[in-house]
């Protein structure tokens, strides 16, 4: 649009105000989701469908905020990439504003009846609305698994053009920025995130005004801000959603920190798997500098702040605070002894403030609003809300947004719509690798950082796991022990060989190998690895086997049970047992001839029979027969 540099607060508001009226002037403007899960799903080639479309029946159409509100209001017609709105189970996603119909499970081939019907003639599409128990819901804001959230930092995510810097300043972007440089001193803006309450969102809970206060007062010549983006944990892509919908948001935040603790330089460290993340924060980067947004001088302000992003290679021990910043320096990804801490010893050995993506993108908000309204969402001593990644064998799988405090069930009924086809909850998984296991009976556990601990549990980045009852808790335990295993940066003895023996006595519980005393040599070894492994990755890495022996002990029980070995759920291929039911079979040999290992014999129109000891449980022949004679236990 504008593009030049600005250096006054007064320019920025009436670039601002510009930007406001560019926007109002669209009379209507189609947003094509382009989260990574819906570019999966082919929304580029929606996206491309429309202007196409649109081109050919003459109809003007924008896709960026031009400087001319007359061209804006003469075009009407607007078509955008937004952020991910979180519903990714029903997607790829459309949303049309003003109107804020949400089309799901979109293809190429609908577009045209979508411009001609809704884009033409105003008219909502009944059949792409999304429907549930019968009922067409036309809002987005109406579908119950957006009624219940409280979206704050995920508030503009499938809402506003995610490339266009403009738009972000249209909804208010960087009021806060200029309230923090012109407004209030240093002191004053920690002390407000300081009475907000706002605890870091990666996973530890730690008070961010206390982090900040603590930078602000070290004596440095160089102090760092540290975005943590890289988000290692399985299912979780939180922060990614906020980096690929809402990217200046996050940066909003990291200036402001720059502001409070006087640091001139920041730095995203984000993993190099997420790179449509990537290329919407270059962007971002790439615009707030052309704004005057980063670099000297900041708006007139006296105040120097530039951001460089650095790509991790994915290594999950990178998400560890100085593990991160070694690498960072250029040095490999390995965590350190500490003290010193990050915000006396951090990032080039100088004061360094260390938070991660969505705790950040809290911060504009806590200085536009004040630490009061903050701390009236969720409990006392877990205010604001928290984002949380549904994944696994849930209806509603996506991202979504809960105020602290929220119960699980809600979370995973009313949110999440309950268990896939009709199956019955069995676990959650939250926290990731670090995490525990919550059950049935902590249904009316409220999420927050206090009382999860209570119960040996932490709420991690934020990822949720939902299981159903086919689900084997030992070979969960096992996933995640691998996972744990392969990320090990293998710097302290005892995550580096405990995990791998670990893994080694879960791996032959599921392949039917496991001894009964194997149970209890788990939890010695946890126990010795939570108590001498050198980082917080190390000591958490026991937490899933922990977790499911605490609450699944039976299952770990009937795998190992001499004579008898089985796995109750019926997961572990080698613990199945295929028999053949002499009254249903009717010897036609069709399994005996699709045996890879030649296990079943017999005569033709005779009952077939198994060996045992051939058998390999591939489940061939209880695929094949035709009789439904096979019987798998």
């Given at each position: ?92 996603l459309v949303r049309i504003d003003p109107e ?88 004053e803006i920690t002390k407000e995130i300081s ?198 064998n849930i209806s509603n799988t996506g991202l ?234």
């Open positions: 649009m504008l593009a030049t540099k600005l250096s006054s607060r007064e320019a920025l508001q009436e670039v601002r105000g510009k930007a406001k009226e560019l926007l109002s002037a669209q009379k209507r403007r189609i947003y094509v989701c382009a989260g990574t899960a819906c570019v999966a799903g082919g929304a580029l080639d929606i996206y491309a469908e429309f202007k196409r479309l649109l081109k050919e029946a003459d109809i003007p159409c924008l896709v960026k905020l031009e400087e001319d509100i007359e061209e804006s209001a003469r075009c009407g017609v607007a078509l955008k990439k937004s952020g991910c709105p979180g519903f990714c189970q029903k997607g790829p804020g119909w949400l089309y799901t499970k979109v293809r190429p081939e609908d577009c045209a009846e979508i411009v001609e019907r809704s884009i033409k003639g105003g008219e909502v599409l009944e059949r792409l609305l999304y429907h549930e128990e019968g009922k067409a819901y036309d809002r987005a804001e109406e579908i119950p698994f957006f009624q219940k959230q409280t979206r704050l930092v995920l508030e503009h995510c499938g809402r506003v053009a995610a490339d266009s810097i403009e738009e972000y300043l249209a909804v208010g972007g960087y009021e806060s920025l200029e309230k923090a440089l012109f407004d209030m001193t240093p002191e009475d907000s309450n706002l605890r870091g969102r990666g996973g530890g809970g730690f008070p961010t005004g206390r982090k900040w206060t603590q930078v602000r007062g070290y004596e440095s010549d160089v102090k760092y801000i540290v975005c943590n983006g890289d988000e290692g944990d399985p299912g979780a892509f939180m922060d990614e959603g906020i980096m690929e919908g809402d990217p200046h948001r996050m940066l909003e935040g990291m200036m402001i920190a720059s502001v409070a603790c006087g640091a001139s330089q920041g730095y995203i460290y984000v993993r190099a798997e997420y790179p449509l993340a990537v290329e919407r924060l270059n962007l971002a980067i790439r615009d707030a500098r052309k704004y005057g947004l980063l670099g000297k001088n900041i708006l007139g302000s006296g105040h120097d702040f530039d951001i460089r992003i650095n790509r991790g290679a994915g290594a999950f021990v990178c998400g560890e605070g100085s593990a991160l910043t070694a690498s960072i320096e250029g040095k490999r990804g390995m965590p350190r002894v500490k003290p010193p801490r990050t915000v006396e010893h951090g990032l080039f050995g100088k004061p360094t403030v260390l938070n991660n993506v969505e705790t950040f993108a809290n911060v504009p908000l806590i200085i536009e609003k004040g630490a009061q309204w903050y701390r009236s969402i969720g409990p006392e001593n877990s205010p604001g809300t928290k984002a949380f990644a549904l994944a696994g979504i947004e809960v105020p602290m405090g929220t119960k699980l069930r809600e979370v995973i009924y009313d949110i999440g719509g309950g268990i896939r086809e009709g199956h019955n909850f069995k676990a959650v998984q939250i926290g990731g690798p670090s995490g525990a296991c919550l059950t049935e009976k902590d249904m009316e556990m409220p999420l927050d950082f206090d009382s999860l601990k209570k119960i040996g549990a932490m709420m991690g980045s934020g990822g949720l796991v939902v299981m159903d009852d086919k689900t084997c808790m030992v070979e969960v335990a096992r996933f995640f022990m691998n996972f744990t295993k392969n990320e090990s940066c293998g710097k302290c003895i005892p995550c580096r060989e405990g995990t791998k023996r670990m893994l080694e006595i879960l791996t032959r519980m599921t392949n039917g190998e496991g001894r009964p005393e194997d149970i209890d040599l788990l939890l010695e070894l946890s126990d010795t690895i939570s108590h001498t492994a050198l980082c917080g990755l190390g000591k958490s890495a026991p937490n899933p086997v922990v977790s499911t022996i605490k609450n699944f002990r039976e299952e770990y029980e009937a795998h190992t049970q001499p004579g008898d070995k089985h796995c109750p759920a019926g997961a572990c291929a080698k613990l199945k047992h295929y028999h053949i039911d002499p009254e249903k079979c009717r010897g036609c040999s069709k399994c005996a001839h699709n045996c890879p290992v030649n296990a079943i014999s017999g005569k033709v129109k005779s009952p077939f029979t198994i060996d045992q000891e051939k058998c390999i449980k591939c489940g061939t022949c209880f695929n094949v027969c035709p009789f439904h004679a096979i019987e798998e236990g």
